[in-house]
């Protein structure tokens, strides 16, 4: 089935003039300098770039994958960090975003990297088996309807010891059922169907093929999947709108709705990130078979959003 709406939104990505102007209408992030700030915390957090030499020796070209990548924002900023040169594979259902991808590609990074596009799911790729070095998908597996079977299919494609880097919603693990049917059934603002080109004049986080995944599931797809020691890192902002956040979810469902207009109570925030954002120190708590550290978000990042999680393991 055609996803209208997405069509319309790479229509909108496709007539940006520049790089900011497409991650200002297409992610989280207001340019493209603060996405590669975002990803360089994380890879350098995670001696990422080390790692990757190690296994692959210092004249390897590298394979990616952007797994759901709509206008391939992320996937480009994660070559330009690592560098060298290689191949980028965009991944999305929806063929029409493929053209900002390609076009991006060149004008960022030259000839060093090739992008190749698949207009297909990503948990039904036509990648070779063990053929990428490096997966990354950004706020796509939770649209997917099976989290185990794209977690499957991409642990298919990544070779012995690549890595899987996941930006994506994922929720504390004491997350009530309940709860997340609530932000599924929200409806998005008539300004933010505008502003993304949407035809839609109503529509639910559900009806748009959102999806609300705790990170004990995310765990235990990965693990049952063959992936090595999930690791789980919640950034937090230090900044007013994270207080009022933190405290809207700490509050009564009757008070908090007082401050809520076309935004549904957010599920409750942990005390972890209450320190992380008044000392800005890093928190580390272990999981069932992983660990989740909070952490705040780099300098020189700006961003419309206040929290994002981000999971990397390891094949």
């Known amino acids: ?83 060298r040169s290689g191949t980028i594979h965009f991944i999305d259902i929806v063929g029409e975003y493929h053209e900002t991808a390609t076009r991006l590609t060149k004008s960022i990074l030259g000839d060093s990297y090739q992008a190749v596009t698949h207009t297909c799911s990503a948990d039904q790729t036509s990648l070779e088996d063990n053929s990428i070095d490096i997966a990354i998908e950004v706020n796509g597996f939770h649209h997917c309807p099976s989290l185990s079977k794209v977690i499957t299919e991409t642990k298919r494609v990544l070779r012995p010891n690549g890595i899987l880097l996941g930006l994506d919603r994922i929720h504390d693990s004491n997350v009530s059922d309940r709860q997340l049917n609530l932000l599924l059934d929200a409806e998005y603002s008539s300004q933010w169907l505008k502003e993304n080109n949407y035809i839609d004049q109503k529509l639910t986080r559900r009806q748009n093929g959102e999806g609300e995944i705790r990170f004990c599931e995310w765990e235990k797809s990965l693990i049952n999947c063959g992936f090595k020691y999930p690791f789980l890192i919640q950034y937090v902002s230090r900044s ?7 405290l809207i979810s700490n509050l009564p469902e009757k ?55 981000v999971i990397i393991c390891k094949t």
């Open 1 to 83: 089935m055609i996803d209208y709406n997405r069509v319309a939104h790479s229509s909108l990505l496709n007539l940006a003039v520049n790089i900011d102007t497409v991650v200002a209408k297409g992610t989280n992030f207001k340019d493209f300098s603060s996405v590669k700030n975002f990803l360089s915390d994380v890879i350098n957090n995670r001696q990422l770039r080390g790692y990757l030499e190690s296994q692959y020796g210092h004249n390897h070209k590298f394979n990616i994958v952007d797994l759901c990548s709509g206008s391939g924002i992320f996937g480009i900023a994660l070559a330009s960090l690592l560098g």
């Open 240 to 246: 007013k709108r994270s207080y009022k956040v933190w």
């Open 255 to 309: 008070i908090s709705r007082i401050f809520l207009k076309f935004w549904v109570k957010p599920p409750r925030w942990s005390f972890r990130m209450l320190m992380t954002m008044v000392f800005g120190i890093s928190m580390t708590i272990q999981a069932k078979e992983s660990k989740i550290i909070t952490r705040k978000f780099p300098k020189y990042v700006n961003a419309t959003i206040v929290r994002m999680e």
